[in-house]
């Protein structure tokens, strides 16, 4: 007499269940490397009109001061942003983590080039956060050809030095423009293209 059991099968209904959570799954793999609040800033504030590609802008009279960012470099330098005033600039957190941020990692690569290219008054800035090594954000910039400073962030502290609302960090990755005059003119929580990533750009670079 045997003991064994034939194997349990899955009723339709619960192999249909198990289907959408992977698909789920996989797409919030997909969009960003995100805690549970995926996509919504800390606090309110910020005037921020959001579109429909997800970017968020504000008004030039209702913008605010980005904090200081200062420390060190991925690359054993030191960078603080607070002398970049005049220019246009661009910070992008990323992690060499999180795939969203080595799809979108040539897109930057590609429109940090074509602007310093073209003289275009813009900097661009990383802020590289919660790896533990150098030499893995290291090898990330090289494999995707990132030739602009990030600042060496492990901790996350550098985001929280933003105003209530003007980040998630839970977000990775995140893209915020800054002014001429240093001050948030737009943002996204969310991977971008190039064709985005000019969107967000070119408005404040066109400025006077």
Same mark, same amino acid.
Request: net charge neutral; proline share 6%.
């Given at each position: 007499?045997?003991?064994?059991?034939?194997?349990?099968?899955?009723?339709p209904s619960g192999r249909a269940l198990l289907l959408t959570a992977v698909t789920v799954a996989g797409a919030l793999t997909l969009t960003a490397c995100s805690g549970?609040?995926?996509?919504?800033?800390?606090?309110?504030?910020? #005037? @921020?009109?959001?579109?429909?590609?997800?970017?968020?802008?504000?008004?030039?009279?209702?913008? /605010?001061?980005?904090?200081?960012?200062?420390?060190?470099? /991925?690359?054993?330098?030191?960078?603080?942003?607070?002398?970049? *005033?005049? *220019?246009?600039?661009?910070? #992008?957190?990323? &992690?060499?983590? !999180?795939?969203? !941020?080595?799809?979108?990692?040539? @897109?930057? %690569?590609?429109?940090? *080039?074509?602007? +310093?290219?073209?003289?275009?008054? /813009?900097?661009?800035?990383?802020? =590289?956060?919660?790896? #533990?090594?150098?030499?893995? +954000?290291?090898?990330?910039?090289?494999?995707? &050809?990132?030739? @602009?400073?990030?600042?060496?962030?492990? %901790?996350? *502290?550098?985001?929280?030095?933003?105003?209530?609302? +003007?980040? #998630?960090? =839970?977000?990775?990755?995140?893209? $915020?423009?800054?002014?001429?005059?240093?001050?948030?003119? +737009?943002?996204?929580?969310?991977? $971008? =293209?190039?064709?985005?990533?000019r969107s967000m750009i070119d408005p404040v670079l066109a400025e006077q």
């Amino acid at each position: 007499m045997s003991l064994s059991r034939a194997p349990r099968r899955r009723s339709p209904s619960g192999r249909a269940l198990l289907l959408t959570a992977v698909t789920v799954a996989g797409a919030l793999t997909l969009t960003a490397c995100s805690g549970s609040d995926s996509g919504k800033p800390t606090g309110t504030g910020g #005037n @921020y009109v959001t579109g429909a590609s997800g970017i968020s802008t504000v008004s030039k009279e209702e913008r /605010v001061e980005a904090p200081k960012l200062d420390g060190e470099t /991925v690359d054993d330098g030191t960078l603080d942003t607070t002398t970049l *005033k005049g *220019k246009v600039v661009v910070l #992008n957190v990323w &992690g060499s983590w !999180c795939p969203p !941020c080595r799809n979108e990692a040539k @897109y930057f %690569a590609q429109v940090s *080039k074509e602007l +310093a290219d073209a003289g275009k008054d /813009v900097a661009f800035v990383g802020i =590289n956060t919660r790896d #533990n090594s150098k030499q893995n +954000a290291i090898t990330f910039e090289e494999d995707y &050809g990132i030739t @602009y400073p990030s600042l060496y962030d492990p %901790a996350g *502290k550098l985001m929280l030095r933003f105003p209530k609302g +003007a980040l #998630n960090p =839970n977000a990775i990755p995140s893209t $915020i423009i800054l002014d001429r005059e240093g001050k948030i003119a +737009a943002r996204t929580l969310a991977p $971008i =293209n190039d064709e985005q990533l000019r969107s967000m750009i070119d408005p404040v670079l066109a400025e006077q």
